[in-house]
C-alpha cells in the first residue's frame, strides 16, 4: 500500500508563530494563561497545562501581574483595554492574516459600507472580526443566511481566513443582483487555499483519504468537507488510535492530509500506524 501525505499538511505560518511565542514565554516563565485553546488540539493543549499554563474565558479570570496571550483567531478590541485596566499583560498571538481580515472589517464599516463576513457565526475568529466592526457586521455562512437581511446600497464582504474560494464565489454571485456597490476583500489565507487545493488533488488520486486534526478545527472541517466531495472514503480522525482497519481495506493508496494545527508527530503517527496496518495485512 502506498501512502501519499500533502504537501505542507499541518501546521501553518500562524500557528507555528503562535507556539513559537508560547514557548519562549514559557522558558521565561512568562506565560500565565491562554484566552481560549491556544489552538484546536487537544493534545497541545494538555502539554501547555502540564506546563502551568491555563486556558480561561475572561480577562477577569486573569490576576493583575498574569499574562494572557491571545490565540491565532484574535480577540475583540475590548480585551487589551480590560487588560490594561486589570493589570494583566498581553502577548498577542493573532495571526497577521486574521488580524489583516480584522482591519478590513474595521476599516469598510469606518467608511459606511455594510460589512457582511462570510464565516461560522459561532467561531472565535469570525467573531473577533465582527467585534472590530462594534458588532456591526453580520457573519453568513452563505447566501441562504441573507434572506432576511436588508441589504444597503454599499455592501463589503471579508472571509473568515478558513473559507473556500467557491463559498466566495457563491457569496459574491447572490450578492451581485441585490446591491449597487460591492466590495469583496478576499482575506482567505493563502496557507487555506494552497493546502485545500492540494488536498483535493491528492484525495482524487486515492482510494481513501485520512484527514487529521481536531474537531474543533474549522480549517480541518473544511479539508473533511472537500475531500469527501471527491472522495466517499473520507475519514476525518484526531490521533492515529482512531484509525479502523477496514476504512483501509483493500486500499491501494491512502492519503493523508492534515490541519493547520496539527503538529508533525500526529501525522508521523497515523503514517506509522498505516505502514504497520499494510504489514500486517500483507503478513496474513
Ligand atoms: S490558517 Fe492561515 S490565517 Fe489561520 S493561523 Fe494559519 S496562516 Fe494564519
Known amino acids: 500500500m502506498e501512502i501519499v501525505i500533502v504537501k505542507d499538511a499541518g501546521v501553518c505560518f500562524g500557528v507555528r508563530r503562535a507556539l513559537d511565542m508560547a514557548e519562549q514565554a514559557i522558558e521565561q516563565s512568562q506565560l500565565s494563561a491562554t484566552l481560549g485553546p491556544l489552538i484546536h488540539n487537544p493534545q497541545v493543549v494538555e502539554k501547555l497545562q502540564q506546563q502551568g499554563v491555563r486556558v480561561v474565558g475572561q480577562v477577569t479570570d486573569m490576576r493583575p501581574g498574569e499574562t494572557l496571550m491571545i490565540r491565532t483567531h484574535g480577540c475583540s478590541p475590548d480585551v487589551e483595554q480590560e487588560a490594561q485596566e486589570r493589570g494583566v499583560v498581553i502577548l498577542d498571538a493573532t495571526c497577521p492574516f486574521v488580524a489583516r481580515a480584522q482591519r478590513e472589517a474595521q476599516r469598510l ?20 472580526i465582527r467585534e472590530h466592526t462594534g458588532g456591526a457586521a453580520i457573519i453568513v455562512e452563505g447566501p441562504e443566511d441573507l434572506e432576511e437581511v436588508k441589504l444597503q446600497d454599499k455592501v ?42 492540494a488536498s483535493l488533488a491528492t484525495a482524487r488520486q486515492v482510494d481513501v483519504m485520512i484527514v487529521i486534526g481536531g474537531y474543533h478545527s474549522a480549517n480541518t472541517a473544511r479539508l473533511a468537507e472537500i475531500c469527501s466531495e471527491v472522495n466517499p472514503r473520507t475519514h476525518h480522525i484526531e490521533r492515529a488510535e482512531e484509525l479502523q482497519r477496514k476504512w483501509i481495506a483493500g486500499a491501494q493508496r491512502v492519503g493523508i492530509t492534515a490541519g493547520a494545527s496539527t503538529p508533525n508527530s500526529a501525522i508521523e ?8 496496518i499494510a504489514e500486517e495485512e500483507q503478513d496474513a
Open 109 to 128: 464599516c469606518n467608511e459606511s459600507w455594510q460589512v457582511i463576513i462570510l464565516g461560522e457565526p459561532q467561531h472565535p475568529e469570525a467573531r473577533s
Open 156 to 197: 463589503a464582504v471579508v472571509c473568515q481566513t478558513t473559507q473556500r474560494i467557491d463559498s466566495l464565489n457563491v457569496l459574491v454571485n447572490a450578492l451581485l443582483p441585490r446591491v449597487r456597490l460591492l466590495i469583496v476583500s478576499n482575506t482567505i489565507c493563502g496557507a487555506t487555499t494552497q493546502r485545500q487545493e
Open 269 to 276: 503517527a497515523v503514517d506509522a500506524a498505516l505502514k504497520q
